[in-house]
């Protein structure tokens, strides 16, 4: 009997150490599993916080959104270049803004209808009977033409704040103001001038409008060129081929008679040169001669004024001789005792007398 109560006590004595040595187990195995959980939620809280630096381009500027609304008013909510830090997503949103980079929007209207695929490749899709309305886009000119336009504009961010936060999407604005700009610029302007003569003009006409429109918006843009691509209908290319050569004939009449015409007027104009240069250069001869003579007599005048007659003897003396010396009949006529001269008069050239009539014998 007594043995068996021994053996019995013996049992109930190792019962609560087992027990104690499970539960100190469980217990280390829970405090390990619970620093294991604590030094990995340590390491995602720090991984989510170092998630929160990002980096802004030499070309950009940045602003952060803090559910949904950015953090800073105006200017000050623009981030220059460099590292910064932020919550991470969904706290915070990081929008990045090119500010240097050129921005491209092409047209959507005003064009005949190609996939992209077409655009891609060059490829040139047969034009049908007649336009389709439906799908082709086109725009009607201020003499009530039709011509294929399309546009594509360049311009860069200036007011990064307008251009991301006023507009739910700013690219579609810009596109839908190029769109108005094509069609408004056409209506004002002549087929021909629209195609041929005056595609620069409507370039700027475009390229204008398309800046009111942006300013009256505010968009915050600056434009930096706009590319006009002007073609006539396609179902119409050899009328308008037609067109173009007849113009080009006249071009070519009309340069030729401008040249022709320029030639004349300069031919003219040296001839005139001539004629003006030869009447100064006699003018000037004849105004010589003039004051040459002039001044003879106006030396000769007082020797006349102080012995008229004696003057008139020694000049006319010598001019007589002269004249004088080869003259083959002379005659000298007397003057009357009354100081008048003696009147001589000759016939000159006198007409030969008519023959007489023959007589005749009976």
């Given amino acids: ?11 109930h004595s190792h019962a609560p150490e087992t027990r104690d040595a499970g539960s100190q187990a ?34 950009e500027k940045g602003v952060i959104l803090r559910f949904g609304k950015p953090v800073g008013e105006g200017q000050k909510a623009l981030m220059g270049s460099g590292l910064h830090w932020s919550f991470p997503y969904p706290i915070d949103e990081v929008v990045r ?21 077409q655009e891609l490749s060059g490829e040139e899709i047969p034009a049908g009977p007649s336009l389709n309305p439906a799908i082709d886009g086109y725009a009607i000119t201020a003499d009530r033409n039709i011509i294929h336009t399309r546009a594509t504009l360049y311009y860069r961010i200036e007011d990064p704040i307008r251009y991301v936060f006023n507009f739910v999407s700013a690219s579609n604005t ?20 629209a195609l041929y003569t005056d595609v620069a003009g409507f370039q700027d006409a475009v390229e204008q409008r398309v800046s009111e429109l942006t300013d009256q ?12 691509q002007n073609i006539p209908p396609r179902q119409l290319t050899d009328v308008f081929a037609q067109v173009t050569t007849a113009r080009e004939n006249r071009n070519k009449a009309l340069n030729d008679a401008h040249s022709k015409a320029n030639g004349i007027i300069l031919q003219a104009g040296a001839q005139a040169a001539t004629i003006v240069n030869q ?22 005048l007082p020797k006349f004024e102080s012995n008229p007659n004696l003057f008139v003897q020694e000049t006319l003396l010598p001019v007589m001789s002269q004249i004088l010396t080869n003259v083959q009949d002379k005659m000298f006529l007397p003057v009357h005792a009354d100081g008048k001269p003696v009147e001589l008069r ?17």
């Fill in 1 to 11: 009997m007594s043995d068996e109560h021994e053996h019995h006590d013996h049992g």
């Fill in 26 to 59: 469980l217990a280390e195995a829970l405090r390990s599993s619970f620093a294991i959980i604590k030094i990995v939620m340590l390491l995602m809280v720090v991984a989510f916080f170092c998630s929160g630096f990002f980096q802004v381009g030499p070309q």
């Fill in 97 to 117: 803004i090119p500010i240097t980079e050129i921005q491209k929007v092409a047209s959507t209207t005003g064009w005949y209808f190609t996939t992209p695929e």
């Fill in 174 to 193: 810009i596109q839908n103001a190029l769109d108005n700009a094509l069609l408004y610029t056409a209506a004002h302007f002549k087929v021909d001038n």
């Fill in 217 to 228: 918006e505010q968009l915050g843009i600056v434009i930096d060129n706009c590319e006009i």
């Fill in 279 to 300: 009447a100064e250069s006699d003018r000037t001869r004849y105004v010589a001669s003039i004051n040459a003579d002039a001044k003879r007599f106006s030396d000769l």
């Fill in 346 to 362: 000759l016939m000159l050239n006198r007409e030969p007398p008519e023959p007489k009539p023959a007589v005749q014998n009976p």
